[in-house]
């Protein structure tokens, strides 16, 4: 490593997987803080819905990016780059690395390498497309984006509620499919990049998120999604498991079936982020159980330790 560089250290890996808790015993160990790369933990009103980490495990080590913003806003992926190359000038002004834990491939790839630069929405428009999205979900969604912007259709993730959409606003306010818009280039970043990636057997892993999203609502997620329905067409609430109780709130299904979706919404967003975190060859893999193996790993690979 170069002298006086510093080092981010990225663990990543799907839902359910120990990153709250990996996360904070590594930053232990460096004796450093934690950005969450985590696109719904940020929000003040969603707690037991997203999995937010408790307040022993917060007061554990420095959080950044929890509970920090409204519902009311419409953070985006260039918001949290922002934010997080703040939060880690002032980390690395005390301590030579940062720990940044998260599921969010896209906040990730935001603040390790940029984002390019697209159009701002018309608020109409993104209003537009809510619309559709709450009304006829992605089958809505995908007859849009075949319509408007075949190029994304054929490319895109056609199963990704939150690109689907982006890439739908970029076209209806630009006329550009969002394609056009993306440069390839990574902005360089003053500090290095060491990747922890954390991984459980299939049903390991899916035996988890169904006794998570139990425990969820045995904490008392009815009651807060309850007090969130009034609010259920903004942006941030389009999101896994508040939907599926929107709807039970509704008459459309009973509260088991309900659940029964969010557990296999759930899985099909664990699926999704495997799928994006394995195209990266950087991410050195392990149990969540190895943290003392990926200690060793850090510390050989960072002189600075």
């Keep these: 490593m170069k002298e006086n560089r510093k080092t981010v250290i990225a663990v990543v890996g799907p839902t359910a997987v120990g990153k709250t808790d990996v996360g904070i015993r590594l930053a232990q160990h460096f004796q450093t803080a934690i950005i969450s790369a985590d696109s719904r933990q940020c929000y003040r009103e969603m707690n037991i819905g997203v999995a937010r980490p408790t ?24 918001d949290f780059e922002s934010f997080a190359l703040e939060s880690a000038q002032r980390i690395f002004s005390e301590r030579d690395r940062l720990l940044l834990v998260g599921g969010t ?20 428009v993104r209003e537009n497309v809510l619309s559709i999205y709450s009304e006829m979900g992605l089958e809505g969604l995908s007859t849009e984006l075949e319509r408007l912007d075949p190029d994304f ?11 689907m959409m982006r890439a739908l606003e970029v076209v209806m306010s630009t006329g550009e499919s969002i394609l056009s818009y993306r440069s390839g280039e990574k ?8 990747w922890v990636g954390l991984e459980l057997p299939r049903e390991t892993l899916i035996d988890r998120i169904d006794l998570r999203v139990d425990a969820m609502i045995e904490a008392g997620w009815l009651e807060e999604a309850k007090q969130l329905y009034p609010q259920r067409s903004l942006n941030a609430m389009q999101t896994v498991g508040y939907k599926e109780l929107f709807e039970y709130f509704e008459g459309k299904y009973t509260l088991e079936h309900s659940i029964e979706l969010i557990k296999i919404a759930t899985r099909q967003y664990a699926k999704r982020q495997m799928t994006w975190f394995r195209r990266n ?19 050989a690979i960072d002189p600075a330790s």
């Design 187 to 194: 902005k360089v970043r003053p500090f290095d990049v060491k």
């Design 105 to 124: 491939g896209l906040y990730i790839r935001a603040f390790l390498e940029g984002l390019d630069v697209i159009p701002e929405i018309d608020p109409a």
């Design 153 to 163: 259709f054929r490319l895109g993730e056609m199963k990704n509620p939150q690109r």
């Design 55 to 78: 307040p022993e495990e917060l007061s554990a080590i420095p959080h950044h990016f929890i509970a920090t913003h409204s519902i009311q806003e419409d953070i985006t992926a260039a």
């Design 281 to 299: 060859p950087s991410i050195r893999w392990f149990a969540p159980t190895a943290v003392e193996e990926m200690i060793v790993y850090l510390e």
